[in-house]
């Protein structure tokens, strides 16, 4: 069934959809959605390593608009849906730990949280919870969600054979990790100040 699965990613990924599907995941993922876009950027530039800039930038822009959708949640509408968003995730306390933090740390957060498998989500709701200035927000979510999409376009067109033979022999080991990462993103946010 996995390999099924990362073959059906694959044929997605070399399809004329794949661009608009990943704009939609990297949007959602900033918002609301738990999946994080790497899971359709990595076949994606595997499956076509001369698109590998257009595949991140479509995933940068799509995350920046994302992320101000939830901004906009934790600013507007933190009350109804960003609170029955928290509490899905159950990260309340990780809201309640950004909204300290912001007032003297929150272009760091930013950059720092924007690059690791905490979700953005999080860090974007979190934003629009303690009105983070606009400029700043925008500024920091294009470096850092550009950074990492950029850099994994990056190794990934430069070590795409080899990385790409790695994951099909090891499939399950490499989804496993994946998995966990972001496991670990979720409980990093919950446990840690």
């Not at 073959?7 to 939609?24: E, F, K, N, Q, T």
């Not at 309340?92 to 905490?118: A, M």
Request: aromatic share 16%.
């Amino acid at each position: 069934m996995l390999r099924r699965l990362y073959d059906w990613i694959i044929a997605l990924s070399a399809s004329p959809r794949a661009m608009p599907a990943l704009a939609a995941v990297a949007f959602a993922e900033s918002s609301f959605f738990p999946i994080p876009p790497d899971a359709m950027i990595i076949p994606m530039v595997l499956a076509q390593p001369q698109k590998a800039w257009r595949i991140a930038a479509v995933a940068m822009v799509s995350s920046v608009i994302g992320g101000i959708f939830g901004y906009a949640i934790g600013y507007y509408l933190y009350e109804t849906v960003g609170q029955w968003l928290i509490d899905f995730y159950g990260l309340q306390n990780g809201v309640d730990s950004f909204r300290q933090q912001f007032n003297e740390y929150g272009f760091w957060i930013i950059l720092v949280k924007g690059l690791t498998p905490i979700p953005f989500k999080i860090v974007t709701i979190a934003c629009g919870i303690a009105h983070y200035s606009i400029p700043l927000f925008l500024l920091a979510s294009i470096i850092t969600r550009g950074g990492r999409f950029f850099i994994v376009a990056a190794l990934l067109r430069k070590y795409g054979e080899p990385i790409r033979g790695f994951i099909e022999k090891r499939l399950t080991l490499v989804t496993t990790v994946f998995v966990l990462l972001i496991v670990a993103g979720f409980v990093a946010l919950r446990y840690l100040p």
